[in-house]
């Protein structure tokens, strides 16, 4: 089981960048996806979730930026993310689980983690 997170990098603020995350080894089109990130000095948190059947939900502080979509052909996951602030700079994971709901779900209910990628957000 493996799921690659790419697309971190530095950018400014105001700009848009994607997040990919490429899942092999698991029946991805069955499982719930989301994204989740940890800021420098900050614990986890929620940012977009997509579950099996296309329902799609967002934290607040990223609704009207991110948008979350997934490829079952493919076995992809992507997170669009636009008019990036700084306080969006953190390590971005891609995360697969077929437990629990948002916004519920706790981290130990994810079955697989992507092994993150950076986003930093420069002002």
């Known amino acids: 089981v493996q799921l690659q997170a790419s697309g971190g990098g530095l950018v400014q603020a105001g700009e848009s960048t994607r997040l990919s995350c490429a899942a092999s080894?698991?029946?991805?089109?069955?499982?719930?996806m989301s994204w989740l990130r940890q800021a420098p000095g900050k614990g986890l948190e929620r940012v977009a979730d997509?579950?099996?059947?296309?329902?799609?939900a967002y934290t607040d502080f990223v609704k009207g930026r991110f948008t979350i979509s997934r490829d079952n052909s493919k076995n992809m996951l992507y997170l669009q993310m636009n008019s990036l602030k700084p306080e969006d700079t953190a390590v971005y994971y891609c995360?697969?689980?077929?437990?629990?709901?948002?916004?519920?779900?706790?981290?130990?209910?994810?079955?697989?983690w992507g092994q993150g990628t950076l986003v930093t957000v420069s002002s």
């Open positions: 995360a697969a689980t077929m437990r629990g709901r948002w916004p519920t779900r706790k981290a130990d209910e994810y079955d697989y």
């Open positions: 997509i579950m099996n059947d296309g329902k799609i």
């Open positions: 080894g698991f029946r991805f089109s069955s499982f719930a």
